[in-house]
Structure formats: structure tokens, C-alpha cells
């Protein structure tokens, strides 16, 4: 079961059946099934407090991934900043939406195996955001 639940900071306009449909669809191209996922979505400064409360990191980000996985079963809490995702995109020049649900997918990536801190990583990270784009 995938949720989407909000702190403090309004619902995205996403399409909830499709947007779950479509991460299903990206979960079984790499062997997986979707257990259970929790979207929350919260302002710069709930990410902030969930960075410095669980990992012990003082910096914004975009997404947190807690990872409860068990064998091919993906599961686990994504915590996604709106604020960094509307400022990424003006930074990048992106659409909105677009980069809404590149982070979206990037933490279900995260969750199949995909990492994007090494050397090489990122790039790998980029070109599978990319092709589950595609797939929406």
C-alpha cells in the first residue's frame, strides 16, 4: 500500500492512482513488489528537523529515504521538502511537476538498490529517473 499523507504544508497536485500505478510499474522492472510506502510531504524546515532528528545531518534536502525492505519487497518512509522541490526545479530550470515526481521515484529507486553517492553513482541515479520519466 502506498500513502500520501502532508505536514504542514499543502497537498501536491499529483494523481494519487497513477502516480501509485506508475511506481509499481518502476518497482517490477527491477524485480520488485511495493509493500508498504509512506509519501510524507512537509515544508524545507520538517525536512530539516527529520535530517538533524534521524541521520544527524544540519542541511536541507529534497528526500529522505527510511528503508524497511525484506527481500524483493520494497517498503519504507520517503519524506519529500515541497520548498527544495520548487526551488530545484527554478534552479534547474525544470517543471515543477516534473521534478516533483523525479524525487518521487528517486526514493522508490533508493529502494530497489540504486545508490548516489559514490563515484559513478549519480549518473546511473539520473539515467534511472530518467527512464521511469519516461514510463509515466
Known sequence: MITYNIDGVKMPTI?????????????????????DIG??????????????????????????????????????????????????AELFGKDYDEELHRVIIHGILHLCGINDKGPGEREIMEQAENKALAMR
Do not use: P
Not at 48 to 57: C, S
Not at 62 to 83: K, R, W
Open 39 to 88: 509519501y510524507m510531504f512537509v515544508s524545507d524546515e520538517g525536512i530539516l528537523e527529520t535530517n538533524r532528528e534521524y541521520l544527524g545531518h544540519d542541511y536541507y534536502t529534497d528526500i529522505i529515504t527510511f528503508d524497511y525492505c525484506e527481500g524483493d519487497t520494497i517498503s519504507g518512509d520517503l519524506v519529500i521538502s515541497l520548498d527544495t522541490v520548487r526551488s530545484n
Open 15 to 35: 494523481k494519487k492512482r497513477q502516480t501509485t500505478a506508475w511506481i509499481k510499474a518502476v518497482a517490477k522492472t527491477y524485480g520488485k513488489t511495493v509493500g
